[in-house]
């Protein structure tokens, strides 16, 4: 199912691609904005969130979010976050215990600056070992 979102509180579900979870699954991945064919649209200059629902296969007390973008062949370039810290003030509460579904919701600025393109966001989770518990490829588009 996926749909378009243009209401403040409702929420759309993106289509994204594993790569390479190891340490859990990501069950979905909800945005908090508009939508195109499973697509996130994002604007110019506003403030993004996602709804990541994941389990771990082990108890997790640290996770800490990379993310990464990457423009037709060019390769990934990191996206900086205000708050990389999965733990702390995005819904998630540490130690996350196994094999239950918990909600990690993390917020990405997407400045001005970045240019209007398509996008395939690169989101990784990794715990304290740097291994992932999930990797999610998202296709996006920046416009303004």
């Known amino acids: 199912m996926v749909s378009s979102c243009h209401v403040h ?4 579900k993106l289509l994204f691609k594993d790569c390479g979870s190891k340490e859990g699954t990501l069950n979905t991945a909800m ?12 604007k110019q200059g506003t403030v993004a969130s ?5 389990q ?10 990379k993310v990464a973008g ?4 060019l390769p990934f370039v990191p996206f900086p976050l205000g708050n990389p810290d999965a733990c702390k003030d995005s ?16 917020v990405l600025a997407v400045l001005k600056a970045y240019p209007k393109v398509n996008v395939i966001v690169r989101w990784e989770l990794q715990n304290a070992d740097g291994d992932d ?4 490829l998202i296709p996006a588009s920046i416009v303004s």
């Open 133 to 136: 518990v999930f990797c999610a």
């Open 50 to 54: 996602i709804d990541f629902n994941f």
């Open 9 to 12: 509180a409702a929420q759309c």
């Open 91 to 106: 819904g998630l509460t540490c130690p996350v215990a196994p094999n239950t579904n918990v909600n990690y919701t993390p």
């Open 31 to 42: 945005f908090n904005g508009t939508c195109s064919q499973g697509h996130a649209i994002l």
């Open 70 to 73: 990457k423009i037709g062949e």
């Open 56 to 65: 771990t296969k082990k108890s997790e007390s640290s996770l800490k979010s």
